[in-house]
Nanobody, 124 residues
C-alpha cells in the first residue's frame, strides 16, 4: 500500500493561490489513480479533482473547474493541486487519496490509501 503525505496548505486571502503537494512513498505513483478531496467543518468530505492512472486525464468538481489544476511529477512521485482565485468557501482540510485500479476519473469512489490532510483557510 502506498503512503501519502500532503503539504502546502496555509492561510491566504481570497483571490490568492496555493499549491498542494501529495508525495507518495512505496510503489511508483504513476501507477495510481490519485484524487484530491476536501472536508469543511460540519460538512461531508467531497471530491475536488482526480487524475488517472498512468495518464494525465483529469476530472474536476464543478465548484473548482477553471480555478484548480491537478498534475503529476512522476520523477518526484508527487501529485499537485494548483489552486487559483481561491474563495472563502474553499476553506477545508484537503486530502489526497490513491487507487491502484484503472477506474475512470469520472468515478469518485474506490480510493483505499489516504493521507492525513493539510488545512487550507481562505480569508475574505
Amino acid at each position: 500500500q502506498v503512503h501519502l503525505v500532503e503539504s502546502g496548505g496555509g492561510l491566504v486571502q481570497a483571490g490568492g493561490s496555493l499549491r498542494l503537494s501529495c508525495v507518495a512513498s512505496g510503489p511508483p505513483f504513476r501507477h495510481y489513480r490519485v484524487g484530491w478531496f476536501r472536508q469543511a467543518p460540519g460538512k461531508e468530505r467531497e471530491f475536488v479533482a482526480i487524475i488517472g492512472r498512468d495518464s494525465n486525464i483529469a476530472n474536476y468538481a464543478d465548484s473548482v473547474k477553471g480555478r484548480f489544476t491537478i498534475s503529476r511529477d512522476n520523477a518526484e512521485n508527487t501529485v499537485y493541486l494548483h489552486m487559483n482565485n481561491l474563495k472563502p468557501e474553499d476553506t477545508a482540510v484537503y486530502f489526497c487519496a490513491a487507487d491502484p485500479s484503472y477506474r475512470s476519473v469520472l468515478i469518485t469512489g474506490g480510493f483505499d490509501s489516504w493521507g492525513q490532510g493539510t488545512q487550507v483557510t481562505i480569508s475574505s
